[in-house]
């Protein structure tokens, strides 16, 4: 079974420029996750999805951050404009059935470096 | 709110030595209790999960951890540490809430030394 895949694994961009991620989740994984993660801090979630819906995105800064999942299967994760404090690792995840027990299994994820 | 908390930032341990990273846990209804594991420029790894059942639960390259309801621990172990073992370890609760989202501590970096 194909993990989840990320792209691209490295990204470096200036301050108020944008930037996009993509994520293909594990196939057959309705249910979809974005995280931050700063370094040396645990990940954060952005935005979780179920199929092509938003569940919870309470946590995502609206104001710069958007994230859309239109067929409900490949998501991406845009940043605009990017801030200093936007500099961490997006990891994304996936999960079969929400609600259910099973696991998330994470993506490698993209490192962003905004200078 | 579910949250979790590893007070150790740091551990480390001899190759061949027991090792436990600790954690501990607050949820408002039943605890579904995940460790996961990140290597160098790595997403996490799944390692173990408790969801209901027996204390001690065993998962991937020989790690367990006990759950222990009165203490609101879930401590990760493992009887003989290997060198291969040094990474960062998570802990994560899942949330009860219509989201079932998964709450995570900020991670204990472990050490094993040769």
């Known amino acids: 079974e194909a993990g989840v895949a990320q792209s691209p694994r490295y990204k470096i961009i200036e301050k108020r420029q944008s930037v996009a991620f993509w994520c293909n989740p594990i196939s057959g994984h309705a ?3 974005w995280y931050q993660q700063i370094l040396g801090q645990g990940p954060k979630l952005l935005i979780q999805f179920q199929n092509n819906g938003v569940v919870d995105d309470s946590q995502l800064p609206k104001d710069r951050f958007s994230a859309e999942r239109l067929k ?3 998501s991406t994760l845009k940043i605009q404009p990017a ?6 690792v997006y990891l994304c995840a996936s999960r079969a059935i929400a609600g259910s027990t099973d696991t998330q299994y994470f ?3 993209t490192r962003l470096t905004v200078l | 709110a579910q949250s979790v908390a590893q007070p150790e930032d740091q551990v480390k341990v001899a190759e061949g030595n027991p090792l436990t990273v600790k954690c501990t846990y607050s949820v408002s209804g ?3 209790l995940f460790w996961y594991v990140q290597y ?3 997403g996490l790894q799944f390692l173990l999960k408790y969801i209901t059942g027996d204390n001690l639960v065993k998962g991937s ?4 951890a006990e759950f222990n309801k009165s203490q609101t621990s879930f401590h990760l172990k493992k009887p003989s540490a290997l060198v291969s073992d040094s990474a960062l370890y998570f802990c994560a609760v899942r949330d009860s809430g219509y989201g079932q989202n998964f709450v995570f501590g900020p991670g204990t970096r472990l050490s094993v030394l040769p």
């Not at chain 1, 801030?83 to 961490?88: G, I, M």
């Not at chain 2, 390259?61 to 367990?64: A, D, H, N, R, T």
């Open chain 1, 31 to 33: 249910t979809l996750y």
């Open chain 1, 72 to 74: 409900g299967v490949d």
């Open chain 1, 83 to 88: 801030k200093l404090e936007d500099s961490a």
């Open chain 1, 107 to 109: 993506g490698p994820g």
């Open chain 2, 30 to 32: 039943n605890p579904y």
């Open chain 2, 40 to 42: 160098p420029n790595r």
């Open chain 2, 61 to 64: 390259y020989g790690f367990e």
